[in-house]
């Protein structure tokens, strides 16, 4: 049993993040205001934080799981995960830093100058981030299970304890350093063990991974007459692609870039690591299907990655690789999980709950009050919803929010930053079609579900037809709509696209 | 209270060329929103969508074309190179380098239309 192990393990993460977190609080407020010091972060630091903060659950357990479950048509997962990157750097990434702007709310009324759009935008990045939030504390609850035995609220109390003490603190986002540590904790514990796995594997006269599925090896063939992989494909491949800039906790740490120009240069360093770290998960989904040929009955294919060192090394060193693959697969979920709770912690916070309590208490109450909570809303609501609702899988449930963001906010993103004729009337009916059309898709699969045939594909990855939905219609309003184009459309766009160095002080504020 | 204070240090800097004139009347036409400032907005908006566009283009074309070739060829599914099946390995390991080289490209090419920009508001 490599519970104690594992269990150690798990415990000196959520200390370290605990530690660290109240840590840097200190010494950035003895320091210097943290928003200074942030602007002074190099692409490397910067890169290595985006990394902790990004690889989640989904990335450390999910991606392997559906690999070793479904085959080589999931390699494309990692693969959107990454080019959403690419994405987000030709597209918004330095106009994003240049913007000023801290959040997507702050962003969509400084480009729209309308408090509804605004509204609008802090209610999806709540919802995104619920969204985000809860396949992280069902995972916590997956890997404490699996390695200690407990039952399964634990893992999943524990992580939201954590992460609401965390952001509770306000300690989280100051601290860029910890996010870059947990990305190289989390590099380090995927990789030492795969690579022990290969070498065995090899040593052992690497058999050839078996699978009673043919679409297992081959790609795009349909697993069952229904089947439509070409479909899934590029609708998973348009959500995570466009859905990466939309995510609430991504766009946050630009600010922290010192420029524009810092701001590309980061997010290339961003996709090294990124592809550093996505080779690895797929070694672990076909070294599962070497190992375990077929699946065992009550048995969770998202624990594949843990399972794998007690099946081939077994013994002590079975309990020590399962115990660092515990301990980053923690550090996984609690680096996302504070990252996504701070960010809806903070619109929360300041759309709802500051301007409620100055109504309530005619502006008594301290503003570290009304941030604790907020911080505990952010955290409670999706751990309530991750106890009541069935576990639907640690990556499907990360695709949902991915297919949101991608219908909502990249749009609104790219056309921003592009069009100069995007009108409120455009940018607020095309983020509410978005949202409804994408949620709507998958929750109907989802409570009614799953469909057969086109209707299933159609209705279970939507990105493909709602993305181009929500640009058609946000662009024909627009159009339509020419009187509520906002003044000062042009004086932003001098703002995001004008390069350093170049003296336009009337249109960009000092920040 | 009654220490005496430390000698007083005149701090100069080194450079005295004449100060960069406080803002470039090119650029106080960008500032300003003048027509001309827009003219040069929108070229330097048209480069950089260009460069993104060709970026994007680049990527849909090899990676979004993928699906296309498997299935246009479906022969190309049971390709095996060193070992591993072609699509495995394309999606496994060789798109991680090419997407960043592909970023390190665009970056690059993006700061030198930058750096034209500012060169044009300079010379006019």
């Known amino acids: 049993m490599s519970a104690p192990l594992s269990l150690v393990a798990v415990g000196v993460v959520c200390l370290l993040t605990l530690i660290l977190g109240g840590l840097g609080l200190r010494l950035s407020r003895a320091t210097s205001d943290f928003y200074v010091a942030g602007r002074s972060v190099s ?28 085959g080589v048509d999931q390699l494309w997962l990692p693969v959107g995960y990454t080019l959403g990157y690419l994405v987000l750097l030709v597209m918004v990434a330095a106009p994003m830093r240049r913007s000023g702007a801290f959040t997507l709310p702050d962003f969509a009324e400084a480009r729209l100058q309308s408090s509804r759009v605004r509204w609008i935008a802090s209610v999806l990045v ?3 981030g619920w969204l985000y939030l809860i396949p992280q504390f069902q995972g916590a609850s997956l890997v404490l299970q699996h390695v200690a035995g407990v ?5 999943g109390t524990v992580v939201a304890i954590v992460v609401a003490l965390a952001v509770g603190a306000g300690g989280m986002r100051s601290i860029t350093f910890v996010q870059a540590i947990q990305y190289w904790i989390k590099l380090s514990a995927l990789a030492i063990p795969a690579c022990i796995l290969l070498a065995l594997w090899w040593r052992s006269g690497h058999p050839a991974p078996v699978s009673p599925d043919p679409s297992w090896h081959l790609a795009l063939t349909p697993r069952e007459p229904g089947d439509h992989p070409t479909y899934r494909v590029y609708s998973t491949m348009v959500a995570l692609c466009l859905g990466t800039m939309g995510l609430p906790h991504v766009l946050v740490r630009y600010y922290t870039n010192p420029d524009g120009v810092g701001a590309r240069r980061t997010t290339v360093n961003v996709l090294a690591l990124l592809g550093l770290f996505y080779v690895i998960p797929p070694i672990y989904g076909v070294l ?9 009955a009550g048995f969770r294919t998202d624990t594949i990655v843990l399972r794998l060192p007690g099946l081939v090394v077994g013994g002590l060193g079975g309990d020590l690789l399962t115990a660092i693959l515990a301990g980053g697969a923690f ?13 809806v912690t903070g619109v929360l916070d300041q759309s709802l709950v500051r301007p409620w309590l100055a109504r309530a208490t005619g502006g008594d109450a301290g503003m570290p009050f009304g941030f604790r909570i907020a911080a505990a809303a952010a955290v409670v609501v999706p751990y309530a919803v991750s106890r009541l609702a069935d576990p639907i899988g640690l990556a499907t449930m990360v695709g949902l929010a991915f297919a949101v963001a991608a219908s909502t906010f990249a749009p609104l993103l790219i056309l921003g930053v592009w069009w100069r004729s995007l009108s409120r009337r455009g940018a607020a009916t095309g983020l509410v079609v978005g949202a409804c059309a994408a949620t709507l898709s998958v929750g109907a699969s989802i409570v009614w579900g799953p469909f057969e045939g086109w209707l299933g594909a159609i209705l279970s990855t939507p990105a493909a037809w709602t993305v181009p939905l929500a640009v058609l219609v946000t662009v024909v309003v627009s159009l339509a709509t020419p009187r509520s184009v906002p003044a000062g459309t042009t004086r932003l766009l001098v703002r995001l696209h ?5 003296d336009v002080r009337r249109s960009r504020p000092a920040d | 209270m009654t220490t005496t204070p430390p000698r007083r240090v005149r701090v100069t800097s080194a450079r005295r060329g004449p100060t960069r004139p406080a803002a470039t009347s090119l650029a106080r036409d ?18 950089q969508f ?34 591993i099946p072609f699509p495995w390995l394309v999606l496994g390991v060789l798109v991680y380098p090419v997407t960043w080289l592909l970023a390190g490209w665009y970056t690059r090419q993006a700061e030198r239309v930058e750096s034209d920009f500012r060169a044009a508001l300079d010379h006019r």
């Open chain 2, 50 to 83: 260009r460069l993104a566009a060709i970026v994007l283009g680049l990527a849909v074309a090899s990676i979004g074309g993928l699906p296309v070739l498997l299935i246009a060829i479906p022969s190309v599914r049971h390709l095996t190179l060193l070992g």
């Open chain 1, 151 to 155: 039952p399964g609220w634990v893992g």
């Open chain 2, 30 to 47: 960008l500032d300003e929103q003048t027509g001309l400032g827009d003219v040069y907005l929108e070229g330097l908006m048209r480069a």
């Open chain 1, 43 to 70: 692409p490397r630091m910067n890169a290595s934080a985006i990394g902790g903060e990004y690889l989640s659950a989904a990335s450390f357990l999910g991606v392997a799981g559906l690999i070793y479950d479904f």
């Open chain 1, 498 to 502: 004008t390069p350093e160095g170049v």
């Open chain 1, 288 to 296: 599962g299907r070497v190992e375990l040929p077929t699946l065992p």
């Open chain 1, 331 to 343: 550090a996984a979920l609690l680096s996302t999980a504070s990252g996504v709770a701070m960010s």
């Open chain 1, 126 to 128: 709540v919802a995104i």
